[in-house]
């Protein structure tokens, strides 16, 4: 659609509309990442336009209309300057003065409107609020590390769980010497636990007695041999002197990677179609309710990995009343690419959209505690130990993305096709 609006035929035809054109691209670019975002297979909304400004002023606007309203105003900017540079070159071409003097004194309007418009586009969400003030719990979130990086990350799977153990039961030590607050949640990442402690009771105990150490409740991404013979990648919630209480199964499992739709059939292509895994997917949001120092209810919501860029996962969660947010991930197969940084990226998106803190945790890295301003606090380094703790606001309040929720979405899809409607009638009448 965009490269048919800029071809040079449509712009002999259409006149006064391509005035609009900008507008058309930026309604097709949300366009096309809502359906890329949804299907095949629940969709793939990895990479988009929204994810990639975490540290630009049009962050702020995700609080108002969520990740495509900062989808939108980032190829909005794009087309205004595409636009305006395109005019400014087509209009110096057109003069024909005879003097350089003369050219140099011309302004062409419309060009220059289009790069301020530009301009404005991107700096006005700076005036966007991005409250963060609230009651704050305690949190820790601990990056055990792997022995190794790569598809086989998981090879020595209690050497992992005992590593997560390790790092707390270290904290734990200085919880105990009052070195520092007893946290009121501890957060480990997916995959901290490969054995299934539900079935291993070696696993078990040494959870519980990570636990148990720091004496605060502690939550750790698991895979459990359940429902036989498949499996499911869940969140599970430890309460001191009660041990499991309550779990999240994750919602989404990747396809090609946690599961392989039409196995059978790719296997006739690739007998690497049998390395995924054959995980099934959980019902409902997770929210884990622990209470903290202050007497205020942490209502952590949980979501794992992959699952914190699609919109409906992560907005449940808060509709369902998360005042935190938990994002529990392992990025140990993606070795030193820049995907670790990318997932850090869209939970700092995340943060400004539902105005919630998030505890952003990683086998390897890359963590962080982010407020709800979209801030990233206490960053890790790739393939290393590190225990983050810090005090994260608890915020209830609904910001306009929450409230408005899909919306954003369904207007843009349809003002594209009142757009394209307008511009085939247009090019209709001047046939006629």
Same mark, same amino acid.
């Given at each position: 659609?965009?490269?048919?609006?800029?071809s040079?035929?449509?712009?002999?035809?259409?006149?006064?509309?391509?005035?609009?054109?900008?507008?058309v691209?930026?309604?097709?670019?949300?366009?096309?990442?809502?359906?890329?975002?949804?299907?095949?297979?629940?969709?793939f909304?990895?990479?988009?336009?929204?994810f990639?400004?975490?540290?630009?002023?049009?962050?702020?606007?995700?609080? /108002?209309?969520? =990740?495509?309203? !900062?989808?939108? &105003?980032? *190829? #909005?900017?794009?087309?205004?300057? @595409?636009a305006?540079?395109? +005019?400014?070159?087509?209009?110096?071409?057109?003069?024909?003065?005879?003097?350089?003097?003369?050219?140099?004194?011309?302004?062409?309007?419309?060009?220059?409107?289009? /790069?301020?418009? =530009?301009?404005? !586009?991107?700096? &006005?969400? *700076? #005036?966007?609020?991005?409250?963060? @003030?609230?009651?704050?719990? +305690?949190?820790?979130?601990?990056?055990?590390?792997?022995?190794?990086?790569?598809?086989?990350?998981?090879?020595?799977?209690?050497?992992?769980?005992d590593?997560?153990?390790?790092?707390?039961?270290?904290?734990?030590?200085?919880?105990? *010497?009052?070195?520092?607050?007893?946290?009121?949640?501890?957060?480990?990442?997916?995959?901290?636990?490969?054995?299934?402690?539900?079935?291993?009771?070696?696993?078990?105990?040494?959870?519980?007695?990570?636990?148990?150490?720091i004496?605060?409740?502690?939550?750790?991404?698991?895979?459990?041999?359940?429902?036989?013979?498949?499996?499911?990648?869940?969140?599970?919630?430890?309460?001191?002197?009660?041990?499991?209480?309550?779990?999240?199964?994750k919602?989404?499992?990747?396809?090609?990677?946690?599961?392989?739709?039409y196995?059978?059939?790719?296997?006739?292509?690739?007998?690497?179609?049998?390395?995924?895994?054959?995980?099934?997917?959980?019902?409902?949001?997770?929210?884990?309710?622990?209470?903290?120092?202050?007497?205020?209810?942490?209502?952590?919501?949980?979501?794992?990995c992959?699952?914190v860029?699609?919109?409906?996962?992560?907005?449940?969660?808060?509709?369902?009343?998360a005042?935190?947010?938990?994002?529990?991930?392992?990025?140990?197969?993606?070795?030193?690419?820049?995907?670790?940084?990318?997932?850090?990226?869209?939970?700092?998106?995340?943060?400004?959209e539902?105005?919630?803190?998030?505890v952003?945790?990683?086998?390897?890295?890359?963590?962080?505690?982010?407020?709800?301003?979209?801030?990233?606090?206490?960053?890790?380094?790739?393939?290393?130990?590190?225990?983050?703790?810090a005090?994260?606001p608890l915020?209830?309040?609904?910001?306009?993305?929450?409230?408005?929720?899909?919306?954003?979405?369904?207007v843009?899809?349809?003002?594209?096709?009142?757009?394209?409607?307008?511009?085939?009638?247009?090019?209709?009448s001047?046939?006629?």
């Amino acid at each position: 659609v965009c490269a048919l609006l800029q071809s040079r035929p449509w712009q002999a035809r259409i006149g006064s509309v391509a005035r609009i054109r900008p507008l058309v691209v930026a309604l097709a670019w949300v366009a096309q990442e809502t359906l890329r975002g949804n299907t095949p297979f629940g969709g793939f909304p990895w990479g988009r336009l929204a994810f990639s400004q975490a540290d630009s002023p049009l962050a702020a606007l995700a609080s /108002l209309g969520g =990740a495509p309203a !900062v989808t939108f &105003a980032v *190829a #909005l900017a794009g087309g205004l300057l @595409a636009a305006g540079v395109a +005019r400014l070159i087509r209009a110096g071409r057109s003069l024909d003065l005879g003097s350089r003097e003369r050219r140099l004194g011309v302004v062409p309007v419309l060009g220059v409107c289009c /790069l301020v418009s =530009a301009a404005v !586009v991107i700096l &006005a969400p *700076a #005036l966007v609020p991005r409250p963060a @003030a609230g009651p704050t719990g +305690r949190f820790i979130a601990v990056q055990g590390n792997v022995p190794r990086p790569g598809l086989d990350f998981n090879a020595e799977r209690r050497a992992v769980l005992d590593n997560h153990a390790r790092a707390t039961q270290q904290v734990a030590v200085s919880v105990r *010497a009052g070195a520092q607050p007893r946290p009121d949640l501890v957060v480990w990442p997916e995959n901290a636990s490969d054995i299934d402690p539900t079935r291993n009771p070696d696993a078990a105990n040494v959870i519980e007695g990570a636990m148990e150490a720091i004496n605060a409740p502690l939550v750790l991404g698991a895979v459990l041999r359940e429902p036989s013979p498949r499996e499911s990648n869940a969140s599970l919630l430890y309460l001191p002197g009660r041990g499991l209480t309550w779990r999240y199964v994750k919602q989404h499992p990747v396809p090609f990677a946690e599961y392989i739709p039409y196995r059978s059939f790719f296997r006739n292509f690739s007998d690497k179609a049998d390395l995924a895994g054959d995980f099934v997917a959980g019902k409902g949001a997770g929210v884990f309710r622990v209470a903290s120092r202050g007497g205020d209810t942490i209502a952590a919501g949980t979501v794992i990995c992959f699952e914190v860029a699609i919109d409906t996962l992560v907005r449940d969660t808060v509709d369902d009343g998360a005042n935190v947010l938990l994002v529990q991930t392992n990025n140990a197969t993606f070795g030193f690419t820049d995907e670790s940084v990318q997932q850090l990226a869209i939970s700092r998106i995340r943060a400004v959209e539902h105005g919630r803190s998030i505890v952003h945790v990683s086998t390897v890295g890359v963590s962080a505690m982010i407020t709800p301003d979209g801030t990233a606090h206490q960053r890790s380094a790739l393939f290393t130990s590190d225990v983050l703790a810090a005090d994260l606001p608890l915020r209830t309040d609904r910001t306009v993305a929450d409230r408005v929720g899909p919306w954003p979405e369904i207007v843009a899809g349809g003002a594209l096709v009142a757009s394209l409607a307008l511009l085939a009638l247009s090019r209709l009448s001047r046939r006629r």
